[in-house]
Each structure stands twice: as C-alpha cells, then as structure tokens.
C-alpha cells in the first residue's frame, strides 16, 4: 500500500483548473483512482458533470486518451476500444500494457447506462467501471434517479403535500453488478482514501471486468456547506448508509465496521434535502429508513461471513 | 368575459408548456432529465400529483416514449419532452405510436447537434428528424412556436391534434424558447377548446379497434374499459392482428398517412407579415421568426416590401401556401438555425416560381435581424 506521500509523486492524470464545483466529491474519486495506475490508461466517460466540467472548450483537464460518448454508451464505447486493443496485442502489434476505465455517474450507470454496462460485463472486457454516485442527475439540475434514497429532495421528487420528498428505496447496484459474477467488485468512499486507492489498484490489475461505486457527496443537489464534503462521506459510511465491502471472486468481504453505528438522522441533519423529514408528519419516514439500514446491514454482515 | 379566471403571467417557454399541456387534458408525463427541457419535467413533477395526475422519472429516454405509450392506451392524455439526444432514441417508440395510433405529445427542445452537440444553445437542426427521423413511410404532425405565448397555445394544439388523428405530435422548441421569459396569457380553463379521442359507439363484440370512420381514424377504446384491443407494432388489420394480406397492408399504410395528409387545412397554422405587397418574402419559423419579423419592419423603414411567413406547423409542410406565395413575389429567404432543411422543403413547393435562398447559422447563435437585412441586401444588389 503506498502512503500519501508517495501517491502525491504519481503522475496527475487529472489536472486542476477544472470546473467542477469547489468540494464536488467526483474530481477526488477521480483522482484518488487513478493515483493507483502504473500504466497508461483510456478514460471513457458518460455524459454527467464530470464530462462536462472537465472538458469545457478549449481546456481539458484529462492527461490521457478520453472519450466521451451520449449518456448511456460509455461501458459499450469502452468495450470496442478494449477488444481492439486485445486483438491488436494478440497480433503482437502493440506490446505494452494499456489500461481502460470508463467514468459514469449514477444516472449513466445505474439507470440509462446499465444495460451497456452489463452487456461490457458479461462479455468480460478487461476494463474497470467506476460510478462517481452522487445520488441524482446533477448535470441538468438535481433531478431524481435510482440511486437516490428515500426522502430525498429532488426537482423531481419535490417535498410538499403530495409526496415527502422520493417515496421508493434506492437501487443496490453494487449487488446487481456482483451478481453479473465478475473477478472484482466493490463499494468505496472518498473518506477511506487508502481503501479506495487499494481496491482501484485490485481492479485495474485484476484480468476481466472489474466495478468500483464510490458514493460522491453534492453539496449542491445534498444541500451542504462545500467544506464538508469528506465529513458527509464519512458519515455516510459510519451510519452503515454506504458500507464498505469487496466482492473478489464471489467472496464477499467487509473493509470497515463501525465500533458503533451511527444513527442515520445524523447524516440526515447534515443535508438540507431531508429537511422536510424533521417535521413531525415524516418523523417515521426516518424510523423506516433506519430501520432499512440496519436490516441490509445485518444481511451484509452475513454474506461477508461476519455472523 | 370579466369572469372567466384568465391570469397574465411571466413564464419561461418550458413552463408555458407545461401549463397548456396541462390545460389540454395531459394528466400523465412521463420523461427522462435533459438539458435544456428539464423544467417540463419539474414542472410536471410539482403540478400533475395536485390535479390527479401522474409524473414517472424513468431510467431512460426510450422508456419515457414507451410509458407515455403505455398510459395513452390506458385513457390518459400523456405527453414527454426531450432533446436532441434523446428525440434520436426515441424514434422507434415514435414509429410504434404511428403504426399503433395511439395518441401522444412529444417535446424536443431542439439544440446543437449531432449527438451531445451544444446543450445549451439553440438549433433548427432536427426538422427533418421530426419528420423522417423514425423509419418507414409515415405522415407526422409538428408544430414549432416562436413566443412563449405560443408555446401554451401550440401544446394545447398538439395535444389536440393528436387526439383528433390518434397520432403522436412532435412540438419543436429551441432551447431560446424554451428558456426565455415573457408575458402569457393564460386562458380560463373553460376558454380552452379540448378535443377527445372519438369513443367507440358500438357494443365490444362488433369493435374493430382499427377499423377507420368516415375520417379516416378509427374510434378508441382505452384499456379497461371492456373492448378486446390487440396492439402491435406489425402492420395489422382492422381487428389489430398483424397481417401479410397486400391489399390489407397497402390500405393500412395509405390510411395512416392520409389521415393528416387529407386534413391539412385543419392542421396547418401560419401566419403572414406585410405578404400584401411584398416582392421579398422571409420563410421563418421558431425563434428564427421572431427576428425575421424585426427585420420585415427593418426593411420597410427602408422602402423595401418585404414580408415574412412564420410557419407554426412545419409538418405536413404547408406547401400550397408557399407555391402561392412563390407566385407572388421574386424571392424567398429561408433563414434557420441549420444548413438547410426547411429551404429544401419551399424550393419544392414554389416549384421554379421564384428564386430561393437559404440563409443558415450553426455556430450555436441566434440569428439576428441585421444580418437577415444584410442578406436581403445583397441578394438585391445581385
């Protein structure tokens, strides 16, 4: 495991001068996987902030080979370039080792983007699939998708009369990916940078697919202070909200047990988007929500082989 | 008059849009977040739980067209809006809403394109997509406004058309009307003229869910309510089951395109500024028209009789318009916000009766008055 300061040596494939906002947890997901990289790599990119702000014209902030394609294609545009590579390498037309990850966020991956990402799975390219998972489609102005929790405020679950903010439970992508029983699969935070840097070296140098979902706060569409964008993914891991967990070769394993669960209203307060739920007449709405947290706890705690 | 409940408000296009649709009778929306018609859907998402309506988020483009499919058969005026992007994978559920007719608005608040293109600047660039954009021989109805009054009125339009023609309904916004603010009038509900899906009036046992009336348009039962009703995207005969009988298939798609093509004059809006006189004719529609009506006003300050056409219903073209118009004046200028496409359309129509000229921008801008005068200039000095 490298320690920061050799991490800081490595060479920056994404640079600064971007314009994602001042604390968005996308550039440091980035950033902290990349840093795990001996080699070259091909970065593809779905449609999502992280395209747009990275790549504002004339500027690029990517020190590598990148495309972006419409929404829903990257794990498909990334899967044509990686079986080329392969079939080229195999003809001993190129030597040396490339590696190829493609960058969506939750609306390019667990909504229009899964059906590409689970084709590229299936078919096992040897690529890494990382999900900067921010919880809404920030891009076009926090508007819902699968990944947002229940009780959240979007544009599109808006918090009134009618409905408390999203009324469904969010999707457990990392399970469907596993599911799809690939080499390597895992659920990261920002927080844990030396987890997250070692679980993105094991995917880039594991042979096959591999899928990393890193939760990546917003203070804009979560409705924080910009300061406190490792604290809210701290606390999103210590609450049991985004446990920490590696699938490696179908063997389920828990990276991080909090000594003492954090209640889930905590990283709630924190965010102005569950701010309708302190109102008396959705104070159970943050029962059930606990109550949901700590029995797919319990669940994990089993398939990791804790209990 | 005093009475009816009429209020003036500030209204960005999205949201006007939102409100005709509203005003129509559209109680389900369906849709999928993109720049720059997202408000269609927050503001869908904040009113239709008020008013017994429904607002889905679905997980893609493809599955918003397919659920506004869905509810439309199920009774619900229903509508989806979109761009670029999207209306590209929306084509094929297109298609399926024309061979199935089954009623339906879509919104494609058009920007840059191919592709990603510029998200946020304003285009022209998919009149032909709206028009030829899903495969096989097919009629469409568009309908593309150049106020944001007109985005109200044009939804209820289409909203209309389409449960009049039991056909989907394509509204072309530009991302400048879909975004800029102005003064709409909003009518008094009671005010608002709202046309139905013509009922079957025979018992469920003789219903032929496809057999066409005196119109052209067979009569709609929604689901549920009794009929027996086989849909499908294969060419099908009037009971709805697919068919490989010629004479069954040729009638089928003559039928489906000659129900908009033999209404025409019902379909076809447009309107005419300082055409009396005019040796110069502008074609324009969009947010285009709203600065080829500046420059008309441009060039009579000058002495020179121009005079504009803003087309609101650009398909089916309205061609016998412009082949008159053609035989009145010398010259007609197209400018749009692509290389090219509506122009192809009025060479057709004024079949060699005058000389026509395009005159595209694609840089992303809007087309301004001065350089349509600029234009209008040269082509004099010819």
Request: aromatic share 8%.
């Amino acid at each position: 495991m490298a320690n920061l300061k050799e991490l800081s040596k490595k060479k920056v494939l994404l640079t600064g001068g971007h314009r994602l906002c001042a604390g968005c947890g996308a550039s440091i997901v980035v950033r902290q996987i990349l840093s795990s990289l001996d080699d070259p790599v091909v970065v593809g990119n779905a449609t999502g902030c992280l395209e747009v702000a990275t790549t504002i014209y004339p500027y690029t902030s990517w020190n590598s080979s990148f495309i972006h394609n419409a929404f829903e294609n990257v794990a498909a545009t990334i899967s044509g370039a990686e079986a080329m590579f392969r079939s080229l390498k195999k003809q001993g037309k190129i030597d040396k080792e490339i590696k190829f990850v493609a960058f969506g966020g939750d609306g390019g991956t667990y909504d229009i983007g899964i059906q590409s990402l689970s084709g590229a799975l299936e078919r096992g390219h040897n690529f890494v699939y990382v999900c900067y998972d921010n919880e809404a489609y920030m891009n076009t102005g926090i508007q819902r998708s699968s990944a947002t929790p229940r009780g959240a405020w979007t544009t599109t679950t808006p918090a009134g009369k009618v409905i408390p903010g999203k009324t469904q439970y969010r999707k457990d992508l990392t399970a469907i990916i596993a599911a799809h029983n690939i080499p390597y699969v895992a659920q990261a935070s920002i927080w844990r940078w030396n987890d997250l840097v070692e679980k993105a070296r094991k995917a880039f140098y594991t042979e096959g697919p591999a899928f990393l979902n890193v939760l990546s706060p917003c203070h804009r569409g979560w409705r924080f202070n910009m300061k406190d964008t490792i604290e809210i993914a701290k606390l999103a891991v210590q609450t049991n909200f985004w446990p920490l967990y590696e699938v490696e070769n179908g063997v389920w394993k828990l990276n991080y047990k909090p000594k003492e669960r954090k209640p889930i209203r905590e990283w709630m307060e924190a965010q102005g988007r569950y701010k309708h739920l302190f109102r008396p007449e959705n104070e159970h709405i943050i029962k059930e929500i606990q109550e949901e947290i700590d029995k797919k706890w319990e669940k994990l705690l089993v398939i990791c082989g804790e209990k | 008059m005093n009475k009816l409940k009429r209020n003036v408000e500030l209204l960005q296009g999205n949201e006007a849009c939102v409100k005709g649709a509203i005003l129509s009778g559209v109680r389900f929306f369906a849709g999928y977040p993109i720049t720059p018609s997202s408000e269609i859907a927050e503001g869908m998402a904040r009113l239709l739980p008020q008013i017994g309506g429904k607002f889905v988020q679905m997980e893609d483009e493809i599955a918003s067209i397919a659920a506004v499919i869905g509810a439309s058969i199920a009774g619900f005026k229903s509508l989806t809006a979109t761009s670029g992007p999207g209306f590209s994978l929306k084509q094929e559920n297109l298609g399926f809403a024309i061979i199935s007719e089954i009623p339906c608005v879509i919104v494609n608040a058009q920007r840059g394109g191919p592709s990603t293109g510029l998200p946020t600047k304003p285009s022209q660039g998919d009149m032909m997509q709206a028009r030829w954009g899903t495969h096989g021989d097919h009629s469409i109805i568009a309908l593309a406004p150049s106020t944001v009054n007109e985005v109200l009125t044009l939804t209820i339009k289409a909203v209309n058309f389409s449960e009049k023609y039991r056909t989907p309904v394509i509204l072309l916004l530009d991302e400048v009307i879909a975004h800029m603010r102005e003064k709409v009038e909003i009518p008094a509900p009671e005010e608002v003229e709202v046309i139905n899906r013509k009922k079957p009036t025979v018992p469920p046992e003789e219903y032929f869910p496809f057999k066409p009336d005196q119109n052209g348009i067979p009569p709609m039962a929604n689901f549920g309510e009794g009929y027996r009703y086989h849909i499908t995207g294969l060419i099908h005969n009037q009971k709805g089951l697919p068919t490989s009988n010629p004479q069954e298939i040729d009638s089928f798609i003559r039928r489906i395109n000659n129900k908009i093509q033999e209404n025409v004059k019902d379909i076809i809006i447009y309107e005419k500024y300082f055409l009396d006189d005019a040796k110069i004719a502008l074609i324009a529609c969009g947010s285009v028209a709203r600065a080829a009506e500046r420059t008309v006003k441009l060039a009579r300050e000058e002495g020179l009789k121009v005079g504009l056409l803003k087309l609101l219903t650009i398909w089916p073209f309205p061609s016998e318009e412009v082949n008159r118009l053609a035989q009145q004046v010398d010259l007609i200028i197209v400018p749009e916000m692509n290389l090219g496409q509506m122009v192809l359309e009025v060479e057709r129509a004024s079949r060699g009766n005058c000389e026509v000229v395009s005159y595209s921008r694609v840089d992303g801008e809007l087309i301004n008055p001065i350089e349509i005068l600029g234009k209008i200039q040269e082509e004099i000095k010819k």
